[in-house]
Each structure stands twice: as C-alpha cells, then as structure tokens.
C-alpha cells in the first residue's frame, strides 16, 4: 500500500469513527453532567466560571478548539463544524472577545436601552444575566421593577441575591423582553464585574466583565462559537 494511499484510508477510518461519536454526543448532552438544565442540555465544568456541554466527555475540549461548536439549545443538540465548511468571520452577529486573564468569552449587550456592558458566556449560569448591585442602583432598576429575594446555593456556600425583570435586552440583531437579571443581595461581595489583567512583556492589559449572560438567555438560540478566534452567531432555531 502506497503512503498516499494509507493517508486516505486513516483519513476516512477517522472520520468514520468521529461520526459514529456524534449520536453518542447527542444522547449525553441530553442525560450526563453535573448540571442539567430543566429542558435544556447537562453540563460540566470545563474550566474555572465556564461551563460546556457534557458532550465534550466523548471528543474532548481540546478537540472543540479546533472547530466551530454549534450548540441548538431548544433541540439539545450539538455540531462540529470545520472551519473550511463555515466562516463565521463574515457571519457573526455578536461582538465578542476573550477574558484576559482566564480567556473566558465576553459579549456585548445593551441592558434596557441604557447600560452597554461585557457579559461572560456562562452557560453553567441558570439566570438571564447575573451583575453588581452598582448599574441597577445608577440606573434606579431595584426600585422601578421590584425585587425578590432569592439564595444561590453553591458547592461551599449559599449567597443570598435579588432579581427582577428587565424589561429590554439588546445582542447582536436580536431584542428580548422580561429577561430574568440577578445581583447580589445588599452587602454580598461578589467577583462579578471586577478587573483582570494579563502581564505580556512590558505591557499590561486591563479586561473588565460587567457581569454573566446564562443560560435562560441562551436557550432560545442556536448557538454558533468560534472560540479560537472569538467568533459568535446567534439565531432562532430553525422550523421543523
């Protein structure tokens, strides 16, 4: 056998076997993780604040990296996309760019007409949008939309926190109403919202996160990321 024709045969057993992973993927998405979401995917913690699909258990995150993760939230289904088959450099629809320190993604949003501000992408996150305390007092939230008081149980510890309803939230080309917003309880400290920076050479780069999208946002789109180059496309899920 040729080398050029051994090289075709590993290529096409790979791909064989990698597709034969794709339905397992699928049905552990859907059943396996530490979290699983009521109707929504299962979980499990990837890196520290960043949760992903428990469908990387089977191919590995590693192996994410190197492609387009597609994830249908409303169908609990996931794709592996090569970066030749699709360019989301001219298609993405959502400004987003990577947390200095950790290289966790951050996307922008308008919150209510009124507060432009970084969110990260915290699918482990069962909230709309979690933030300081500090933009709905400036913005006089608390009072105009009340609150209730809710506990946020941790592995350590349990937080006591507020939310309410905002009424308007702007990503990319789309506007939701009565988004589930969350902000620490009145004396909590929180890490949300602080300042990271990265030391590269002689400079120093400053990040700030203004608080966490989750997943009771992300779960009306499909999700499209390109990662590795800080590429997101949002879109309702397709009629079928």
Same mark, same amino acid.
């Given at each position: 056998?040729?080398?050029?024709?051994?090289? #075709?045969?590993?290529?096409?057993?790979?791909?064989?076997?990698? @597709?034969?992973?794709?339905?397992?993927? !699928?049905? *552990? *998405?859907?059943?396996?993780?530490? @979290?699983? +979401?009521?109707?929504?995917?299962?979980?499990?913690?990837?890196?520290?604040?960043?949760?992903?699909?428990?469908?990387?258990?089977?191919?590995?995150?590693?192996?994410?990296? !190197?492609?387009?993760?597609?994830?249908?939230?409303? !169908?609990?289904?996931? /794709? *592996?996309?090569?970066?030749?088959?699709?360019?989301?450099?001219?298609?993405?629809?959502?400004?987003?760019?990577? &947390?200095?320190?950790?290289?966790?993604?951050?996307?922008?949003?308008?919150?209510?007409?009124?507060?432009?501000?970084?969110?990260?992408?915290? @699918?482990?996150?069962?909230?709309?949008?979690?933030?300081?305390?500090?933009?709905?007092? /400036?913005?006089?939230?608390?009072?105009?939309?009340?609150?209730?008081?809710?506990?946020? #149980?941790?592995? &350590?510890?349990?937080?006591?926190?507020?939310?309410?309803?905002?009424?308007?939230? %702007?990503?990319?080309?789309?506007?939701?109403?009565?988004?589930?917003?969350?902000?620490?309880?009145?004396?909590?400290? %929180?890490? +949300?919202?602080?300042?990271?920076?990265?030391?590269?050479?002689?400079?120093?780069?400053?990040?700030?996160?203004?608080?966490?999208?989750?997943?009771?946002?992300?779960?009306?789109?499909?999700?499209?990321?390109?990662?590795?180059?800080?590429?997101?496309?949002?879109?309702?899920?397709?009629?079928?």
């Amino acid at each position: 056998m040729t080398l050029d024709a051994q090289s #075709r045969l590993e290529g096409v057993i790979f791909l064989a076997l990698f @597709t034969a992973c794709i339905p397992s993927a !699928n049905w *552990i *998405i859907q059943n396996v993780g530490t @979290t699983c +979401v009521p109707n929504g995917p299962c979980l499990i913690p990837v890196a520290p604040g960043l949760m992903a699909p428990s469908a990387v258990l089977v191919v590995g995150l590693a192996f994410f990296q !190197n492609f387009i993760l597609q994830i249908d939230y409303p !169908n609990s289904r996931l /794709r *592996i996309i090569t970066r030749d088959a699709m360019d989301l450099k001219d298609a993405a629809n959502v400004r987003m760019k990577k &947390n200095g320190s950790m290289s966790q993604p951050m996307v922008k949003v308008e919150l209510n007409d009124e507060y432009k501000a970084w969110l990260m992408l915290d @699918t482990g996150n069962s909230t709309g949008i979690f933030m300081p305390r500090k933009p709905a007092i /400036r913005y006089g939230w608390l009072e105009e939309f009340g609150t209730t008081d809710v506990q946020i #149980r941790g592995v &350590n510890k349990v937080s006591a926190s507020q939310s309410f309803n905002l009424p308007k939230m %702007t990503i990319g080309p789309f506007t939701m109403e009565n988004v589930i917003a969350m902000v620490p309880a009145e004396g909590n400290e %929180t890490n +949300v919202g602080r300042e990271s920076t990265t030391r590269t050479g002689s400079r120093i780069k400053k990040d700030y996160s203004d608080g966490i999208l989750g997943y009771d946002v992300l779960k009306h789109f499909v999700v499209t990321i390109d990662y590795k180059r800080a590429l997101l496309h949002l879109a309702p899920p397709a009629d079928e």
